[in-house]
């Protein structure tokens, strides 16, 4: 903790200069992103900053609860807005992201900003772009880490329950509800304090969880019914076509976590999951013990994320990446069955 008292100590200071700011996160956000952004956007308006949440697009409306959701700008929606912004601020905080490319069409504009640069994110391999990086690849969430963040600057006493729930939610989601091995004794005792700043756990929960659409459980069916498990690789794969989304309805948000569905199969150590996304395709990966999915990502499929949960594209047809994935998931079968096997 040394790092991050010396990185509060040193913001500290540089807050004295009263400097604008803009809050942003990583492109397609999720509850970690949303809750962080919205959550530590609150307390820094309740000292008195001005501050502008811009993401670079929307999020599903089982997050749109969330206190200052309403005052979130798109980038995509309202790029000259964002940019005059972008370009007027002070300091520009980066969370849940450790990489500009991250943030889509936002990259140009916070390369070009500058502004000061904070980094609050959780994932692996920081890139060097902030003036403060506070990075902890342990950390469950990037919400536990802006709770962290808020104690070291003595500003816990500022979370209200809107913004608790916010931050609750973040530490939920990316935990699997506290089930991952990232859950530590001490993200426990964050939500603990989290609870007792009023945090209603279960409505939190009914909010993210049971709002699934009649199309979300048509594409699970697809999904779920087209998997193919390959037992030598303990790997279970599952895709959706570009048809599959239009004849379902498909709607942002709808095949969140079906990645999962693959990792709860008995015996599987990695799941897959292949959708089309903005003219190419889009890779989930998670893997249940052992396996890193950030290397295996990271090396054939332009991405990055966790050692247990990451991401990738493809500019390949369908079948082709999935031939290829599978090509790639073989040069590792002696590694996986290690993993699968020796957890
Ligand atoms: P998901 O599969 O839920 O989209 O993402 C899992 C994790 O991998 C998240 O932490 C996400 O930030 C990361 N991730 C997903 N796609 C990509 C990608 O294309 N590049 C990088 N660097 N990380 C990704
Ligand atoms: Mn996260």
């Known amino acids: 903790m040394q790092k991050l008292e010396a990185l509060c100590r040193d913001l500290k200071e540089f807050l004295l200069e009263r400097p604008d700011i803009v809050v942003t996160n990583h ?66 905080i980066h ?15 916070i390369r070009q900003s500058s502004a000061k640069k904070l980094m609050i994110d959780h994932h692996q391999q920081p890139d060097n772009f902030c003036d403060w990086t506070y990075s902890d690849t342990s950390m469950s969430s990037t919400c536990e880490m802006v709770w962290h963040f808020l104690a070291q600057m003595e500003w816990t ?13 973040g530490i939920a989601t990316d935990t699997g509800n506290f089930r991952f091995s990232s ?33 979300r459980f048509q594409l699970l069916g697809r999904a779920l019914k087209g998997m193919e498990v390959i037992p030598e690789l303990y790997t279970a794969i599952i895709h959706l076509n570009q048809e599959d989304l239009e004849e379902c309805g498909f709607e942002k948000g709808d095949t969140e976590g079906f990645v999962n569905y693959g990792l709860s199969l008995e015996g599987t ?9 903005d003219g190419m395709y889009k890779l989930s990966f998670r893997s249940k013990t052992t396996f890193d999915v950030n290397q295996f990502a990271r090396a054939y499929f332009n991405g990055g994320g966790h050692k247990n949960a990451a991401g990738g594209s493809s500019e390949r047809s369908m079948g082709e990446t999935i031939s290829y994935l599978k090509e790639c998931l073989y040069k590792h079968q002696a590694e996986i069955k290690e993993h699968a096997e020796n957890p």
């Open 269 to 277: 150590e990695i799941a897959a999951f292949v959708l089309p996304r």
């Open 157 to 169: 006493e500022l979370l209200d329950k809107n913004l608790a729930e916010a931050l609750y939610t």
């Open 95 to 109: 969370l849940d992201y450790n990489n500009p490319s991250r943030s889509g069409a936002m990259e140009n504009a």
């Open 27 to 92: 492109q397609n956000p999720d509850g970690d992103a949303v809750g962080s952004a919205t959550a530590l956007s609150g307390v820094l308006m309740q000292l008195g900053f001005r501050v502008k949440i811009i993401m670079p697009n929307d999020y599903s409306s089982n997050l749109k609860w969330m206190s200052l959701s309403e005052e979130v700008i798109f980038y995509d929606q309202s790029q000259l807005e964002a940019d005059q912004y972008i370009t007027d601020a002070g300091l520009l």
């Open 183 to 215: 859950t530590s004794a001490t993200t426990h005792r964050v939500a603990a304090h989290l609870l007792e700043k009023g945090v209603e756990n279960q409505k939190v929960a009914s909010r993210v969880y049971d709002s699934n659409s009649i199309s």
